[in-house]
């Protein structure tokens, strides 16, 4: 079984340019998350999707971060304009649904903002 | 904002040493998973716990759900090197069924 996609895998851009994010679940999954993860910190959840509706993104910088999940499969995760702050790995997962499933991450796209 | 603390926040050992790492929240958890991250990867599930009380071994590591479902522990017995990680906890809301990551505890076994 394939597992999440995500690219690209490195990204350098300066400040106040944009940048976007793919993800490609699990085929048949219907939840699918982003997560920012700073440097030895915990994934912080930025927005979780179901199908292609919006079950939470209290956490996501709705200024300058926007995304989401066409015919609830691919997803994109998009920046405009960056900050030195956003630098960070942008992690990608998808589960089954909703509730105790597992989820299953993608190897993320490391952001460096310079 | 973080919900879940984990403790340690780092942890040096060398092989053979038992260990265990903490994760606590102010609320109930639905449920409550335990990843680890390898460098350059995304986190791997280890383990789900639903029922307080629960333990849970998977080989050297186990797993343990605090009784009030508050918090829970890991505990591995004569770490290896391949033990090396970044070991996260993670809840689900009981209201909105988000998937919120703990601190986590960075790992490092010597051998």
């Known amino acids: 079984e394939a597992g999440v996609a995500q690219s690209p895998r490195y990204k350098i851009i300066e400040k106040r340019q944009s940048v976007a994010f793919w993800c490609n679940p699990i085929?048949?999954?219907?939840?699918l998350y982003w997560y920012q993860q700073i440097l030895g910190q915990g994934p912080k959840l930025l927005i979780q999707?179901?199908?292609?509706?919006?079950?939470?993104d209290s956490q996501l910088p709705k200024d300058r971060f926007s995304a989401e999940r066409l015919k609830g499969v691919d997803s994109t995760l998009k920046i405009q304009p960056a900050k030195l702050e956003d630098s960070a790995v942008y992690l990608c997962a998808s589960s089954v649904d909703r509730g105790r499933t597992e989820a299953f991450f993608g190897q993320g796209t490391r952001l460096t903002v310079v | 904002t973080q919900l879940l603390e984990q403790s340690p926040q780092f942890l040096s050992i060398q092989e053979g040493e038992n260990l265990t790492v903490y994760c606590n929240s102010s609320?109930?958890?639905?449920?409550l998973q335990w990843y680890r991250q390898e460098p350059g990867e995304g986190p791997v599930l280890l383990v789900t716990v639903v029922t307080g009380g629960e333990v849970k071994k998977l080989k050297r590591l186990t797993f343990q759900f605090g009784d009030a479902r508050k918090d829970s522990s890991l505990h591995i017995t004569a770490a290896q090197t391949g033990d090396t990680g970044l070991y996260l906890c993670?809840?689900?809301?009981?209201?909105?069924?988000?998937?919120?990551f703990g601190t986590g505890t960075r790992l490092q076994v010597f051998p």
């Open positions: 085929s048949g999954h219907a939840t």
């Open positions: 609320s109930v958890f639905s449920s």
């Open positions: 993670a809840e689900r809301s009981y209201n909105t069924d988000k998937l919120i």
């Open positions: 999707f179901q199908n292609n509706g919006v079950v939470d």
